[in-house]
Structures are given as C-alpha cells and as structure tokens.
C-alpha cells in the first residue's frame, strides 16, 4: 500500500502543511526541516501524488516517449533498452511517468503531435525514430519540451554517444594491429545519422593512413539485425581479395557476422578478425571476448530525462544542447595482432 502524505508527517513529527511545504521546496522552510522530510520520503517509499502536484502546477508528469525500432526490441534492445530503461529510473525517481507515442490512440490514427497532445504529455523524448520522418519533424517544431537521442534537430536538445570518437578508436586500433584491408559493415539504410559518422569516420582515418578503401568493402546491414549481418559478411568472405578485419555494425549484429564465419570453416582471429560496436555486457561473457567499443547507455538515458525534466521545470533557464556522452574501446580477442603474426 502507498505511504501517504499523513503517515510521513507522523514519521517526521511534523504537520502535513510543513512536510507538503518541504517537498515542494516552499521558501518559508528551513533546509534542515527539508533534508529531514526528504530522507524520511526516501526511507519509507513516499511518493507525492501526480493528480495532487499536477492541480499545483498545472503539468500532468507525464513524459512521451517515441521509439520506433523496426525489429521490435523493446527494452531488449542492446542499445536502445538500456537508454530507455536509464530514463525511465531517472523520470520515475523525479514523479514522473511515461507513456510511449505511436501512430495510434484509441483505434484512431493520429500523428506524433496529435498522440503527445491527446495524452497531455508534459514532454517527449525521441529515443529511436526514422530522422526524415515528417510527422517526427512537426512535432519537433512545436512548442512541445523535447530531447533526442542520437540524432540532431534544429534547436532541439540532443544526448548523443561519442559516435565520432568511438569509430575513430575502433579504426585506429585495428590499423595498430597492422590490418590494411578492413571492411565496414554498415548499419541501417541511405542517410542514417549514427550510420553515416561512423562510415565517414571510417574512411577519413583510413584516408589518413594512406589507404583507399574499395566499394565492395562497404557491406550494408542492418543494426541490431544479425541476419542482415551475416549475409554481408558472406558476400565478403566470397571475395578474391576478402579483408583481414572486418567491422560490424553492432555487438548484436556481430553475432551473425560470427556466425558466417564459424560456418565457411575460418577461426577468429586466427583467419579474420572481427570488431563490434556497443559493449553489450552478456556479449562480453562469450569467448573470445569481442573487441568493441563501449558505449554509455546508463549516463545517456539518464541524462536525456534530466534535459527534458530540466525544459519542462525550468522554462526560461533551459538552453538546446548538444551533449556528448564519451566511450572507451574494449581491446577484446578478435582482432588479431598482425605485426606480431608478420615476424
């Protein structure tokens, strides 16, 4: 059963109206009498009603959430789970809930804009959306609080991975380990914005290093797709001249890539190395333990609902953001060291 506002009251020793004042941070209550209230919140589970603090504020504390995955993860998505799963915790710890935005309500179709507004929602966060979507674009051009994941639009708060950086790590390594003739499998279709740095980043460090990487070392795949992942990286292995390294588009998507490898009867690394994007932490049990990079869905959730919290509280302090969530290479065991292997 919910704690209510008396039985806390009780707990502190204090009138309803002064631990009412306290949470919602009333001037005329001294900071030690909140401290007091709010840990005594903690300790017992209280939970301030979203009716009562929305007559108040004139806000419902509720959050929108747009996430259209093509392979229906969900919150299994190596990915996009553990972001929505952070910004979840962090929205729930502050009162609020969430209500996920599809292209329906109540049987009847209606786009982005029309579900947010049918559903009060104080705000929304665009997990995972196609980026040219119009529909997408009208909402994101109301006056509606909104945060990105991801991906950039015009004056919007964006919580990002250090996309550039992870891919400049990841090709910079396995260049180290004295690998030449490296293939990308690319992830999602034309004109996807994580797709597109990575790839971009891809050749401009290859461009640097003096290499000119050929067309049919460009494979297409889907994220998060190990089927997709696994035909591309046949097509490779069918080559005259097959790469020595190949980079997947994700950890999931790796598996498959693994998959066809173990199949045509080669070992990684001993005849191809492999490298994954992600540092999916149940991948990282399978051995040999997948080079990869590591990104940090925890701090990028949480922090996507703090933005959004923030637009939505503190109207006239908030400023759009690009914020940068950094990532770190895992060296892993499928890339082979071939200056090692040369002498």
């Not at 969430?98 to 049918?118: R, V």
């Not at 996309?163 to 380990?177: C, I, Q």
Request: net charge neutral.
């Amino acid at each position: 059963m919910a704690v209510t506002l008396k039985e806390l009251a009780a707990k502190c020793g204090l009138s309803v109206a002064t631990v009412s004042k306290a949470l919602n941070d009333y001037s005329d209550i001294g900071e030690e009498t909140r401290k007091r209230v709010r840990l005594a919140a903690q300790e017992m589970g209280y939970k301030p009603s979203s009716i009562a603090r929305g007559l108040k504020t004139g806000r419902t504390y509720n959050l929108g959430v747009i996430y259209s995955d093509d392979t229906a993860s969900g919150f299994t998505h190596c990915y996009f789970g553990p972001v929505l799963q952070a910004f979840r915790q962090e929205a729930e710890q502050n009162g609020y809930d969430l209500t996920f935005i599809n292209g329906s309500h109540s049987g009847a179709h209606m786009d982005y804009l029309e579900h947010c507004l049918s559903r009060h929602v104080d705000g929304v966060c665009v997990v995972c959306a196609p980026s040219g979507d119009a529909e997408l674009g009208r909402l994101l051009s109301s006056s509606i609080p909104a945060v990105t994941v991801d991906f950039l639009y015009n004056n919007r708060t964006c919580v990002q991975s250090e996309n550039r950086k992870g891919m400049e790590l990841l090709t910079r390594y396995v260049l180290a380990m004295g690998h030449r003739r490296i293939a990308l499998i690319r992830g999602a279709g034309a004109h996807n914005p994580v797709a597109d740095v990575r790839q971009a980043i891809f050749l401009g460090q290859m461009k640097q290093a003096g290499i000119e990487v050929p067309d049919v070392y460009l494979a297409q795949g889907e994220f998060h797709d190990p089927r997709s992942a696994r035909r591309a990286t046949r097509e490779l292995l069918r080559l005259s001249q097959p790469p020595t390294c190949i980079l997947m588009s994700d950890d999931y998507a790796a598996q498959g890539g693994l998959q066809e490898i173990r199949q045509a009867g080669l070992r990684v690394p001993e005849d191809i190395s492999v490298a994954g994007y992600d540092g999916v932490s149940w991948i990282q049990s399978i051995r040999p333990h997948l080079t990869t990079i590591w990104q940090d869905t925890q701090t990028i959730g949480r922090e996507a609902a703090r933005q959004l919290m923030a637009q939505i509280e503190q109207p006239r302090t908030a400023l759009a953001e690009i914020i940068t969530v950094p990532c770190r290479l895992i060296e892993g065991e499928t890339v082979r060291d071939l200056n090692t292997a040369n002498h």
